[in-house]
């Protein structure tokens, strides 16, 4: 039977995996380079220490975790500043979306959610639009009102989220949906 083979299977499940390692990986050594901006001693930097201990944890290999923190320290030349961004977002049917993201790249991570958001039909908003109605539980964003929409209204806020987190500057995304 032919595409049936053993090695067919395996390749397409490790790419799988390698996928969602891949993304994984990009997440923590972004944490990993903001927290090392501070101090890149991990004994005496909590944060980096936290960070540092969540990229073991997965098996990330030292040599990443090295580069990330001379990142962070701004001793590797070429590379830009990585920073932490809040998104506030309307997605249809006036839900309220916060999306985090750590980027290098401010103005490509913006343009790439102004394009995914305002294809769904939402639109990306200003500065404290949405913030006002979550509350901030440690690394969570908590909505204080929940809103309920229809079925089809649902399905399109699932497919936008889904398409927001596959980005690779995208760390989360919260809504106010019920």
Do not use: C
């Amino acid at each position: 039977m032919s595409g049936h083979s053993k090695w067919t299977q395996i390749k397409h499940q490790k790419g799988s995996e390698d996928k969602k390692r891949g993304k994984l990986f990009s997440i923590l050594s972004k944490r990993i380079s903001i927290a090392s901006r501070a101090d890149k001693n991990p004994k005496t930097n909590q944060a980096l220490q936290t960070a540092i201990d969540k990229a073991r944890a997965v098996n990330m290999p030292g040599a990443t975790i090295d580069r990330a923190i001379k990142r962070g320290a701004g001793e590797l030349q070429g590379h830009g500043e990585i920073s932490e961004v809040i998104y506030e977002a309307y997605a249809p049917g006036a839900v309220q979306l916060i999306v985090t993201t750590t980027t290098d790249n401010r103005n490509r991570t913006t343009a790439n959610l102004r394009r995914l958001i305002t294809d769904s039909g939402g639109s990306l908003s200003g500065s404290g639009s949405v913030l006002w109605n979550f509350i901030r539980d440690g690394d969570r964003y908590t909505p204080t009102t929940i809103q309920s929409v229809d079925d089809d209204t649902g399905r399109k806020i699932e497919e936008l989220v889904a398409a927001l987190r596959e980005d690779e500057d995208v760390e989360e995304v919260y809504t106010n949906l019920l």
